[in-house]
C-alpha cells in the first residue's frame, strides 16, 4: 500500500483483524497502529481496539472513507456541549486528585488577580503570581503533575 499518514481510513480486506473501519494512530517504519472507530457496516464505534499491523500486511486493507464525514449538523452542537462537560469534568477530578498542589496554584492566582489594594505587593509581582498560578492551575489540571 502507498504512503500511509495518521488519522489515513482503512478497511480489512483479508487477515486477522476483525471487520470495521480503521484509523491510523501511529505509524513507524515497519509497522502502522490502527484504532476501530467503526463496525463492519460503517457506523461509528467507540471500541478502544487497537491493533499493530506490520507493513508487509496493509496490503490486506483498502482505503475508506472516515465514518464521520457523513454527520448531520445538528449533532455538531451537542457533541461540542457534551465534550465540554467531559473536559471540564476531567480537568476538575484531576486537580481535585492533587489536592495541596492544587490549593497553592489556586491560592497564588487568586492572590495575584484579585490582591491588588489587598496585599502590598507591586503589581507586577502580583501579575507574576496571577500568571504563575494560572499556569500551575492548568499544569496540574491537564495530568501532567
Known sequence: ????AVYDHLRPTTGD???GVYRVVGTASASVTLLRVADGDGRRAHTGDI?????????GFEPTENP????????????LAKNAYWSLRTFLTTLAADPVPSAI??????VGRFGGGV???PGT????????GLGAIIYIGTGHY
Open 1 to 4: 500500500m502507498a504512503d500511509i
Open 17 to 19: 483483524v476483525p471487520p
Open 51 to 59: 491493533h499493530t499491523v506490520s507493513r508487509r500486511d496493509l496490503d
Open 68 to 79: 464521520d464525514g457523513g454527520r448531520p449538523l445538528d449533532l455538531a452542537p451537542r457533541s
Open 105 to 110: 496554584a489556586l491560592t497564588l492566582f487568586v
Open 119 to 121: 496585599v502590598p505587593l
Open 125 to 132: 509581582v502580583l501579575f507574576g503570581l496571577y500568571l504563575a
